[in-house]
């Protein structure tokens, strides 16, 4: 836990405060169902493409997956810009980054994106419900920036960086608890105005 006194090295205190507001305005999604037991017209060995109209495309799949093996897919988006942001989603359950390929974003002759995410996963029997299937999807979603603002407060000396605007009395202290207290009434108040401004 850090201590109010810790905040202060070297007597100042710095915070910084960004608020990002964006509109979600596009989100697609495709799905690719695999398992011990499904019957499909693929061999165990084809590759499985999955494609949706005008959503991300699911590619490398196999049509099944045994405990143990390894699954190397890719999920590629259409082309837009910006690029959107792919999720992959195991049975439903948002994929950790441990188990996710970051690749540039492409970016074509007319300026449009297209992102890749990979999936680098190993089967293991949780992963499979009670008819030995599996369920990975992955998303894209589009969203636009609509506002970004970033201001910046130094506390405890005479530095002032930007327009959080805290009133700092000057004057002589006769205590030195009285100009603690004070400096950490500054911070509440520099922290109370960032979460306003992401509201």
């Known amino acids: 836990m850090v201590k109010p006194a810790d905040l202060f090295q070297g007597g100042a205190l710095t915070l910084k405060c960004t608020a990002t507001v964006s509109q979600t305005y596009s989100t697609s999604s495709e799905e690719l169902i695999v398992g011990e037991k499904i019957v499909h017209s693929a ?16 590619t490398g799949g196999q049509s099944q997956y045994r ?3 390894l699954i190397h897919v890719n999920c590629s988006s259409t082309k837009s810009r910006p ?17 996710l390929v ?13 992102s890749i995410l990979g999936l ?27 506002n970004v603002r970033s201001e910046e407060r130094t506390l405890g ?5 930007s327009g959080l605007q805290v009133a700092e009395n000057y ?5 030195r608890s009285s100009g603690s207290s004070k400096l950490n009434l ?14």
Do not use: F
């Open 102 to 114: 970051h690749y540039p974003t492409l970016i074509d002759e007319d300026g449009e994106e297209i």
């Open 43 to 58: 061999s165990p060995l084809d590759t499985l493409t999955v494609v949706a109209k005008d959503g991300p495309m699911i």
């Open 120 to 146: 680098r996963l190993r089967v293991q029997k949780s992963h499979l419900d009670e008819n030995e299937e599996m369920r990975l999807k992955c998303t894209a979603t589009l969203s636009r920036v609509m």
């Open 171 to 175: 004057g002589k202290v006769s205590e």
């Open 157 to 161: 000396g005479n530095h002032r960086n």
């Open 186 to 199: 500054q911070a509440v108040l520099v922290l109370l105005i960032c979460v306003l401004a992401l509201l």
């Open 67 to 69: 405990v143990g093996d």
């Open 83 to 99: 690029a959107p942001q792919l999720h992959w989603y195991l049975n439903e359950e948002l994929v950790g980054d441990e188990s």
